[in-house]
């Protein structure tokens, strides 16, 4: 599975794309576990202390943002499905 990584998330997983096993049953919840477990200065950057994606964070599922999703975090995900992440942006 091809997880896209954007802005200042590039360099702490050391590109801009990260390719990972899939499995049956594979959840949104998983992948990011499973991203943060092998990145572990991705977690603070991904999910709070309980968790739970921040808010500003955007993971999008073949184009659509997971915040959305029905199941959010707990989509199941297919082996061709695309993710891409967003770090927070803030600009003026």
Request: glycine share 10%; charged share 20%; aromatic share 8%.
């Amino acid at each position: 599975m091809q997880v896209n990584f954007y802005a200042t998330l590039r360099p702490i997983v050391g590109g801009k794309t990260v390719q990972l096993p899939w499995s049956e049953g594979t959840t949104l919840r998983a992948l990011l576990e499973t991203l943060c477990d092998d990145h572990p200065a991705l977690r603070p950057e991904l999910l709070d202390d309980q968790g739970q994606l921040h808010g500003y964070v955007h993971v999008f599922v073949n184009g659509r943002d997971g915040h959305y999703l029905e199941r959010v975090l707990e989509t199941t995900l297919a082996p061709t499905d695309t993710v891409d992440i967003f770090p927070a942006v803030g600009g003026g």
